[in-house]
């Protein structure tokens, strides 16, 4: 394949991943909230620090992208054998058995803006920008 053609690719790709990484967070901060609010109140007891962010950031759109950012880590690092116990004692605690669908809820939306972003960075790596 020719220099050019490739990086026409990755022009594309990075383009395209951009656009997708941007809509995913409009759409975490807008749609899947509600989704994502109820996963949290299920998790977020008084004291802990998902409950302090809450409190602090509100309900604004930067507030619900750290809320959602730090359920994703709630629910994906807690699985981590050394660190998990404690970013789970830090962050919440499952007081109940959250159930599988609003754990993803939770995680996908995150996980995909992440995906998208990371294709982003590494197309902008490739063409040395």
Request: no cysteine; net charge neutral.
């Amino acid at each position: 394949m020719e220099n050019e053609t490739l990086k026409t690719i990755f022009v594309i790709l990075g383009s395209a991943s951009l656009l997708l990484s941007f809509t995913t967070l409009i759409l975490t901060v807008s749609v899947f909230f509600r989704k994502i609010e109820e996963a949290e109140s299920k998790v977020a007891t008084p004291g802990k620090q998902m409950d302090g962010i809450k409190r602090i950031w509100g309900d604004g759109l930067v507030g619900r992208w750290f809320r959602a950012g730090h359920l994703w880590m709630f629910f994906v690092f807690r699985e981590i054998p050394r660190i998990g116990n404690y970013l789970e004692q830090k962050l919440g605690d499952e007081k109940e058995p959250v159930p599988s669908s609003l754990k993803l809820w939770a995680i996908m939306p995150v996980t995909t803006f992440l995906l998208f972003f990371g294709l982003f960075i590494l197309s902008a790596w490739f063409l040395d920008l």
